[in-house]
């Protein structure tokens, strides 16, 4: 602690930042390890992992299920979003949600009862009998966004050389922090890619502050992407790495096949909080480094024993400079990235919440599932923000049935086809289904539905975020 206070007064006297980060010694082998240069001076690391297995294709490996999403999407001037499910045969719902500075209404709405409420309508009451109403003017939509296609979704199996994973950390992270997932699901036989995001772990950390804006960050992950991409490649984003994850899903639909989110929050835009103590100056952060790991530690993990000390430590969870998580907290501005933008993504996504995570509300992750057309959300009972280093185990089954579930046949989103398979191992995990599409689970203790509740969850005044 008096060392860092000590730095602390130097960094204000020279101007220049206590502790700049260099790419870590890591004491795992240099095999599986690349760095790639993403801009001239702006290198990351990446583990790529190829299986040591012959690759062979099974036959059906090409054949899955295929999903109807039709959603028509209108934005109303006084902020109002309606979603309308054309092909859905569900009953219309009403759901809160976030837009702007103003809480507004979301309809969830189906053509079928579109027609029989109209129908009903006419036949119920005569105009002679109908009492005297004002007349109300038709309002007149700001946008409106129509999606018509055909989602083919085919099982992922280790066996398949067209299928790659890639894991996105967060703030303060590094690709170690995936080190069980990347161990587990390289021995199964899968392709792995996990980049160190600029100023974290053993990538380049560059002195300018725009260097760690969301754009900045989001190119470099597209130029990853890119470079390693197969076929049909699933994205694994935790925290602030969701939203670029979210990015290449709307960019990059066809290439993208399956999405996990774990404790990204809700679909709101980014946008940095003015009254943040990530906005006090560098030499101060630098200052209050000790008591920023300790908080870290009490909200981002359930329990707070030598095993989580261990795993802060050991897997830099939280080991970044006081000027690159300044950088980072600010540069969090994403306005595109709002309700309509994820409403308009197709892709079938987990979405994976810690219920003891103190920086990510269940509520938010609820709306996410809300709002996402092939959305399913599962919580694990004894995890945090940190999920997958508390609960590796659950995680990955998790996650590995998902990434080798499909459709049986031709089906609509959000019916009884369109939820992977839960298995006896994740049973200290609770399922949010949609209505009528729940499928039995075997577990110890009952489930208890999350997803859709009956009651709007509360939502803030602000209609923005920013997520670690």
């Not at 709405?109 to 105009?127: E, I």
């Amino acid at each position: 602690m008096l060392t860092s206070f000590m730095d602390g007064i130097l960094c204000c006297i020279t101007g220049k930042s206590a502790n700049v980060v260099v790419p870590i010694e890591t004491s795992e082998p240099a095999d599986g390890f690349e760095f790639v240069e993403v801009k001239p001076g702006r290198v990351l690391r990446v583990r790529h992992i190829i299986p040591d297995r012959p690759v062979v294709e099974e036959p059906g490996s090409g054949e899955g299920g295929s999903v109807s999403c039709k959603r028509k999407i209108t934005v109303y001037r006084n902020g109002q979003l309606l979603i309308e499910n054309v092909s859905e045969a569900t009953h219309p719902e009403l759901v809160r949600c976030q837009n702007g500075d103003s809480t507004v209404e979301v309809e969830y709405l189906d053509s079928n009862h579109l027609a029989s409420r109209q129908a009903g309508d006419s036949n119920a009451v005569t105009p002679q009998e109908q009492p005297q109403q004002p007349h109300r003017r038709r309002r007149k939509p700001k946008r409106t966004v129509m999606i018509d296609c055909e989602r083919k979704i085919t099982c992922c199996k280790e066996t398949h050389p067209d299928v790659a994973l890639f894991f996105i950390h967060g703030v303060g992270g590094s690709l170690d922090i995936w080190g069980s997932q990347l161990d587990y699901f390289s021995q199964l036989g899968y392709e792995v890619i996990a980049p160190d995001l600029a100023g974290h772990g053993a990538s380049s950390a560059p002195q300018i502050t725009a260097a760690y804006t969301f754009y900045a960050l989001a190119e470099d992950i597209r130029i990853v992407f890119k470079r390693y991409a197969k076929r049909r490649n699933i994205l694994i984003g935790h925290s602030y790495g969701v939203s670029f994850c979210t990015f290449l899903a709307h960019e990059y639909p066809e290439q993208v096949h399956k999405v996990v989110m774990i404790n990204g929050g809700g679909p709101t835009a980014l946008e940095p909080s003015l009254c943040s103590i990530f906005n006090l100056p560098t030499c101060a952060l630098h200052c209050l480094s000790p008591c920023l790991s300790w908080s870290f530690l009490m909200a981002g993990f359930a329990h707070q024993g030598t095993k989580e000390k261990k795993l802060l430590k050991e897997k830099n969870a939280f080991n970044v400079s006081s000027f690159v998580l300044r950088s980072m907290m600010s540069g969090q501005y994403w306005p595109e990235g709002d309700e309509v933008y994820h409403a308009e993504i197709t892709v079938p996504t987990l979405l994976v919440h810690g219920m003891y995570d103190k920086f990510v509300p269940i509520q938010e992750d609820q709306r996410m599932a809300e709002i996402l057309l092939l959305g399913f959300l599962k919580v694990i009972d004894e995890g945090s923000h940190m999920v997958m280093m508390e609960c590796p185990e659950t995680v990955n089954t998790l996650l590995h049935e998902f990434f080798l579930w499909q459709p049986a046949t031709t089906s609509k989103p959000k019916q009884d086809s369109a939820l992977p398979p839960i298995a006896n191992k994740t049973s200290n995990s609770k399922e949010t289904a949609r209505p009528t599409t729940a499928p039995k689970i075997t577990a110890s203790k009952p489930e208890q539905d999350l997803t859709r509740p009956t009651t709007a969850p509360k939502i803030g005044q602000e209609g923005t975020e920013t997520r670690k």
